[in-house]
């Protein structure tokens, strides 16, 4: 079993940066697909942004593209989001996922194919 803790949220302006990070701990971390995912109220969980268990495939929603990125240490089992740039529209409860391996290299997107979550952490980006 996996447990993932996620850290780093708060209030921030609009154009400003935050870091998320995600601490694993319970399995093989260099093993998983890891995924960041956010829900904003009334609406669906929506994917941000993902990478293969390497590092070495990225992958972004379009709403983050050039402003997120994403990357993993795996020697300290942790994954980050480095969140630059930041809109209101950003607002949302901010999760970090874990796949267990799978055949092919693609990052993936969807959350029901994401075996472990974190609790989440709160983003709020004022205007």
């Known amino acids: 079993q996996v447990q993932l803790v996620e850290s780093g949220g708060g209030l921030v302006q609009a154009g400003g940066s935050l870091r998320l990070s995600c601490a694993a701990s319970g399995g093989t971390f260099s093993s998983y697909a890891m995924g960041w995912f956010r829900q904003a109220p009334g609406k669906e969980r929506e994917f941000v942004a993902g990478?293969?268990?390497?590092?070495?495939?990225?992958y972004y929603g379009d709403s983050v593209k050039g402003r997120f990125t994403i990357s993993r240490d795996n020697a300290k089992n942790t994954v980050s989001l480095q969140m630059n740039s930041l809109k209101p529209e950003d607002t949302a409860v901010y999760f970090c996922?874990?796949?267990?391996?799978?055949?092919?290299?693609?990052?993936?997107?969807?959350?029901?194919?994401?075996?472990?979550w974190g609790q989440g952490t709160q983003v709020t980006v004022s205007s």
């Open positions: 996922a874990a796949r267990r391996p799978y055949t092919g290299a693609a990052v993936i997107t969807t959350p029901v194919r994401y075996d472990y």
């Open positions: 990478l293969s268990r390497t590092g070495g495939s990225t």
